[in-house]
């Protein structure tokens, strides 16, 4: 062969070579790709993928083993598993994901949203909570006298030895929900078990206070249908470790209904004094949810809002938006996710007071301002504010009104005089004003909160009638009290109380003519305004 010929021959061997090298090189990158555009297209399609997810589970599982890498092949996957409702698969496919692709926030946002959906999943594991249950079920307990802490003078005497109350106790403390029972007594729960397997778990303790008392401990006994499948002495030794937890399994008894009772009986001693037993969170749960709280989806969803550069603020606004459009329910669940975040806790829980006040949910409402209160980590709201909410609420939304429990809760929003927005500020001294007007208080000290309020806010018209009212009552001078309600009239022409007060005063002056004037225009603006129709009936009868 020439010299030339194999020159060419070489050259065409490398051009094969190079040829079957791209296509190596290319192939499983082009077949992933199709795999994943014809996944996309069956995910892009919300009724075939709810009448057969397969095809799209196949093609992006091709995808994936064509190209390990392919960081979009696990995103879709973790969205049909999500479809589907196999959040742990979704969890995978998506933590996959965000580890190729670090810098995605919206990885990270929807691996969080997964994170949430698994946490309403494990909520609905919750199958019984027994403390909160304790009103439905039957107790048995001697008709014999006992000093506990729960004994009521108008109660059961049952009260004496069950009870639903809080024990703190090693190793985490605070204020764990408690079955309180005094041996011998009997709590008897009907249940209708589901047919997934469920476990009843709870923590047994002795009250703290009772721990130096003399006494051999309580034993804890478990029965279903009679039938007792868990019996343990908690001695006084180990109570004063703390809680121990427990389990017991109920999967025998899965799907049907059960009688389920906790019994507290003395010690091997029979020695009962000092027994104030508790069983710490008693609860019927999902025996699959212990597995799945270990795994801190809660703490690893807030890891993900964190990666992706949201912040409690974020959530807090979205909340603003939505509440204001009185979505409420979806407001919560903002204001919820800000609380998780753990900055600016007392911003989440003012905000979820404001939407409990729109719900109409006064004592919610009350306590998410004493959560706010209590909390005391204030970054854009006004540590005044759940105060001032406070005082609004007993003042105006409670039957009957707690005008003491609102004074109390101005002066102290006056006292800590940080208001979110000056507006609130000039109300709470106008609301403090009108009730220290409403209880005969001292003239003088009203009109200085009615006039604060208007040198915070001069458009403050219902601070403007009521100062002119106080000035009448206080001075008796009509012409000052006139020229301060005029005021409030040329801010707010609609509003109907100008015209009262002032058919008021002008009765006080025997004006009756202007004051009937004034009592027509009220209930011009108003028909309803019964005051306005009686004053001006009496009026006419005076004639």
Not at 367 to 395: C, L, M, W
Not at 520 to 529: H, K, S, V, Y
Request: some cysteine.
């Amino acid at each position: 062969m020439s010299r030339h010929k194999a020159v060419r021959w070489l050259c065409w061997i490398a051009f094969i070579a190079a040829s079957l090298l791209i296509l190596v090189l290319v192939t499983p990158y082009l077949v992933s790709a199709y795999h994943l555009e014809a996944g996309g297209r069956v995910l892009d399609n919300p009724e075939l993928l709810a009448y057969n997810p397969l095809p799209a589970l196949a093609h992006l599982q091709k995808a994936i083993e064509w190209q390990p890498d392919n960081a979009q092949a696990y995103r879709l996957l973790g969205q049909v598993h999500r479809a589907q409702g196999d959040l742990l698969a979704a969890v995978e496919a998506l933590t996959r994901y965000t580890e190729l692709r670090p810098d995605n926030p919206l990885g990270h946002i929807e691996l969080a949203e997964v994170y949430e959906a698994v946490e309403a999943e494990m909520r609905a594991m919750h199958l019984a909570d027994l403390v909160a249950a304790l009103p439905q079920a039957a107790v048995e307990a001697p008709d014999v006298p006992l000093d506990t802490p729960y004994a009521r003078p108008d109660g059961p005497a049952w009260h004496r030895y069950v009870a639903a109350t809080t024990f703190s106790l090693p190793p985490n403390y605070g204020d764990r929900p408690t079955l309180f029972m005094h041996p011998p007594s009997w709590v008897t729960y009907t249940l209708t078990l589901p047919a997934q397997p469920a476990t009843l778990r709870f923590g047994m303790g002795l009250d703290p206070q009772t721990h130096g008392w003399p006494g051999d401990g309580a034993t804890f006994e478990v029965f279903v249908n009679g039938e007792r499948i868990f019996l343990e002495h908690l001695n006084k030794t180990m109570a004063q470790e703390g809680w121990h937890e427990r389990t017991v399994d109920l999967a025998p008894w899965a799907g049907q209904e059960v009688a389920l009772a906790l019994a507290v009986t003395p010690g091997p001693a029979a020695d009962s004094s000092g027994d104030w037993a508790g069983w710490g969170e008693p609860q019927v749960v999902d025996v699959r949810l212990p597995a799945l709280e270990a795994q801190g989806f809660g703490a690893r969803m807030v890891d993900e809002w964190l990666r992706a550069g949201l912040t409690a603020k974020d959530f807090i606004n979205a909340g603003e938006e939505v509440r204001k459009a009185k979505h409420y329910d979806e407001a919560l669940a903002w204001y919820e996710r800000a609380v998780r975040m753990g900055l600016g806790l007392s911003d989440s829980w003012y905000y979820n007071g404001l939407v409990h006040e729109g719900m109409e949910a006064w004592e919610e409402a009350l306590s998410a301002y004493e959560r706010a209160i209590g909390t005391d980590a204030f970054t854009n709201v006004g540590q005044s504010s759940p105060h001032y909410r406070k005082g609004v609420i007993y003042q105006w939304r409670l039957e009957p009104r707690q005008t003491d429990a609102a004074l109390t809760a101005y002066e102290a929003a006056i006292e800590v005089g940080d208001f979110s927005v000056d507006w609130e500020a000039a109300d709470c001294h106008h609301k403090r004003g009108e009730i220290l007007w409403w209880t005969g208080g001292d003239p003088d000290e009203y009109i200085a909160e009615y006039q604060r309020a208007i040198e915070l806010n001069p458009n403050h018209a219902s601070a403007h009638i009521l100062l002119g009212v106080a000035y009448y009552i206080r001075y008796k001078d009509a012409a000052m009290a006139e020229a301060e309600i005029q005021q409030a009239m040329e801010l707010s022409p609609q509003n109907y109380w100008v015209y009262y007060h002032l058919g008021e005063i002008y009765c006080q002056e025997g004006q009756v003519d202007k004051a009937a004037v004034m009592y027509e225009r009220a209930l011009e603006i108003d028909p309803e305004f019964e005051a306005a129709r009686q004053r001006l009936q009496a009026l006419g009868e005076s004639e």
